[in-house]
């Protein structure tokens, strides 16, 4: 029960202090950083991959 309020207030100063955690944007990132090589054209020309940055951090 500790580990769980200490997640959650850390969880909580995280947000307030950085951003926002999440890992959605994970996804669509990778797969374009590993389509780019493969198809640049359609990753370039894709508006959702210009919105996103494309690195995983």
Not at 19 to 25: A, N, Q, Y
Request: hydrophobic residues 55%; positive net charge.
């Amino acid at each position: 029960m500790a580990g769980g309020i200490a997640l959650g207030l850390l969880s909580t100063l995280a947000m307030v202090l950085l951003k926002p955690m999440g890992v959605s944007t994970v996804f669509p990132s990778s797969l374009a950083i590993a389509l780019k090589p493969l198809f640049p054209g359609f990753v370039e020309a894709n508006a959702y991959f210009q919105t996103i940055p494309l690195s995983i951090g």
